[in-house]
Nanobody, 119 residues
Framework: QVQLVESGGGLVQPGGSLRLSCAAS????????MGWYRQAPGKQRELVAH???????KYADSVKGRFTISRDNAKNTVILQMNSLKSEDTAVYYC?????????????WGQGTQVTVAS
C-alpha cells in the first residue's frame, strides 16, 4: 500500500518561512521523481517544484529563488523549503510520486496540507 504523508503546513505571515515534508512508504522511493503541487481555491492544481530520481530540480517561475526542493532517499522523504512567502502562495500543497515506465506510468498523491499566508 502506497502512502504519501505531508506535514508542515500552517499559517504564516507574509515574508515568513515554512518547511513541508512528505514521507513516502510502499514504493521504491529512490527511483521515483517527486513533486510538490498546489491548488488554490477556484484554481487548477499547478506544479510548484519537481525533483528527479537523480536529483535534478525544476521550479515554477512564481517560486524560483524562494522555494527549494530536496530529497533524502535514506529517509524516503522529500522536503519543500519555502521562504519569503507571499499571500499568493496560499493553497493546499500536495506531494506527488511519479514513475514513467516503457508502457505504464505510476502517480501517487498525498492528502494535502494547507498553507495559509496572511498577516
Amino acid at each position: 500500500q502506497v502512502q504519501l504523508v505531508e506535514s508542515g503546513g500552517g499559517l504564516v505571515q507574509p515574508g515568513g518561512s515554512l518547511r513541508l515534508s512528505c514521507a513516502a512508504s510502499g514504493i521504491i522511493f529512490n527511483i521515483y521523481a517527486m513533486g510538490w503541487y498546489r491548488q488554490a481555491p477556484g484554481k487548477q492544481r499547478e506544479l510548484v517544484a519537481h525533483i528527479t530520481s537523480g536529483g535534478s530540480t525544476k521550479y515554477a517561475d512564481s517560486v524560483k529563488g524562494r522555494f527549494t526542493i530536496s530529497r533524502d532517499n535514506a529517509k524516503n522523504t522529500v522536503i519543500l523549503q519555502m521562504n519569503s512567502l507571499k499571500s499568493e502562495d496560499t493553497a493546499v500543497y500536495y506531494c506527488n510520486a511519479h514513475l514513467a515506465g516503457q508502457t505504464l506510468q505510476y502517480d501517487y498523491w498525498g492528502q494535502g496540507t494547507q498553507v495559509t499566508v496572511a498577516s
